[in-house]
């Protein structure tokens, strides 16, 4: 049982739509993590194909057993490793994925559930949206929660994650500076959503962003390791880079104990008063219920 982590941020700039490049990018970073001794690295969401290569849909989609990924997870070796493409399933259904792979093998999922479709991002016109929140389980202490991007700006998400028993939240993530407006502080929101994150569960969090530009956004970088109290422990700037932190269980535990948030989580309570927001959330108030009375 291994108490200690060292995690690792791949901050990149993908080529958009182009496989072979990014994949010979992706076998770069991961023989740059693998010196550093690096037991978990995350690259960018859709990190494989880039912020707008699902323009090019048919061309980038891949099984989420394609050799290709397995043959990237084999480099790694004992490194787990989290990479975003673009998954074609069942049905010709098509996600924004994220993969968790190790010695050649996919050992989780997560498809993106928050789709945005403001501002300047579209998501909706490519990709299916994802209906699960589950965790991964490293080892007997490191959990790993895994939300892309948007899905952490629903925060019901991350309370799934954490109350599912994540001890550690990865992020992988693709903010453009314009992405959702020019009085929108991208940067200094995902810092401040990070941090609160951290804090409030009591668990490191790692978020991964891309950089470059790609049609008409800019990406910022920012890429950064934050401990269980919010410290900042690594932080990327505006160009490629690789972060790392090592990553110590016990701070966890100090922070849980200080502020218990996943324990005095009332998950009954949140389950009856969703089902009751179901029941009337968007219905007109014009229409009838059964039971109601009508005394106008």
């Known amino acids: 049982m291994s108490r ?15 496989l072979e490049a990014n994949f010979a990018k992706h076998h770069d ?17 859709l990190s494989l194909v880039g912020h707008y290569g699902a323009e090019a849909l048919l061309d980038v989609v891949m099984t ?18 989290i990479v975003g493409f673009v998954e074609e399933a069942r049905g010709a259904q098509f996600y924004n994925a994220a993969a968790v792979l190790r010695n050649g093998r996919l050992r989780y999922i997560h498809r993106k559930i928050n789709l945005p479709s403001y501002g300047r991002l579209i998501e909706t016109k490519y990709y299916a949206h994802g ?65 609160f994150y951290a804090m409030m569960y009591g668990a ?17 970088g920012g890429s950064r390791i934050v401990d269980p109290f919010g410290r900042v422990l690594a932080q990327a700037g505006l160009t490629e880079e690789l972060i790392t932190a090592r990553l110590d269980y016990a701070d966890t535990r100090r922070a849980r104990a200080l502020l ?31 039971g109601d009375e009508d005394d106008r």
């Open 131 to 195: 209906r699960f929140v589950d965790t991964h389980m490293m080892t007997e202490d490191w959990v790993l929660g895994l939300l892309i991007c948007a899905d952490l700006y629903n925060p019901a998400l991350a309370h799934l994650a954490f109350l599912h028993g994540a001890t550690l939240l990865t992020a992988p993530i693709s903010s453009g500076r314009e992405a959702v407006g020019d009085e929108f502080d991208n940067p200094m929101s995902w810092a401040t959503t990070i941090q």
């Open 29 to 45: 970073y991961v023989a740059r993590a693998t010196a550093l001794g690096v037991e978990l690295l995350v690259f960018p969401e």
């Open 260 to 290: 218990p948030t996943v324990r005095d989580s009332n998950l009954a309570l949140v389950q009856r008063e969703t089902n009751r927001l179901i029941d009337r959330l968007g219905v007109p108030d014009m229409v009838r219920r059964e």
């Open 64 to 81: 989420r057993d394609d050799p290709r990924l397995l043959e990237l997870s084999r480099a790694a070796g004992d490194m787990e490793i």
């Open 4 to 18: 200690f982590l060292t995690i690792g941020a791949a901050q990149i700039a993908s080529a958009t739509s182009d």
């Open 204 to 220: 490191p969090v790692v978020m991964t962003n891309r950089v470059g530009r790609e049609g008409d956004l800019n990406f910022w």
